[in-house]
Nanobody, 117 residues
């Protein structure tokens, strides 16, 4: 059974940094591209970052995370991470880890990130 478990969320002050982690199990993680999404209050879910199975990653520059968010993975530990810097209130959201296998989407339960002073 494929399972994704996010961790690392919490309360952070504006300008602060946070690293989210997603632990994967139940599938061949090294074969899977992985994604981080987020959903802010009252808004739809949006793609934040993508990383291929080979480790090539990009972030969604359209949502103002250019240069501030970094996605990376550790295939030996079956984990994918999202390093976030210079956080502001607009980054407040539930962050989800996601992958797609054989046409089926798998999601973690999400981890809350709140940026507030």
């Amino acid at each position: 059974q494929m399972r994704l478990v996010e961790s690392g969320g919490g309360l952070v002050q504006p300008g602060g940094s946070l690293t989210l982690s997603c632990a994967a199990s139940g599938f061949a993680f090294y074969r899977q591209a992985m994604r981080w999404y987020r959903q802010a209050p009252g808004k739809g879910r949006e793609l934040v970052a993508f990383i291929s199975n080979a480790g090539g990653g990009y972030t969604n520059d359209a949502n103002s995370v250019k240069g501030l968010f970094t996605i990376y993975r550790d295939n030996a530990k079956n984990t994918v991470h999202l390093r976030m810097q210079c956080l502001n209130a607009e980054d407040t959201a539930v962050y989800y880890c996601q992958t797609t296998s054989s046409g089926t989407e798998y999601w973690g339960q999400g981890t809350q990130v709140t940026v507030s002073s």
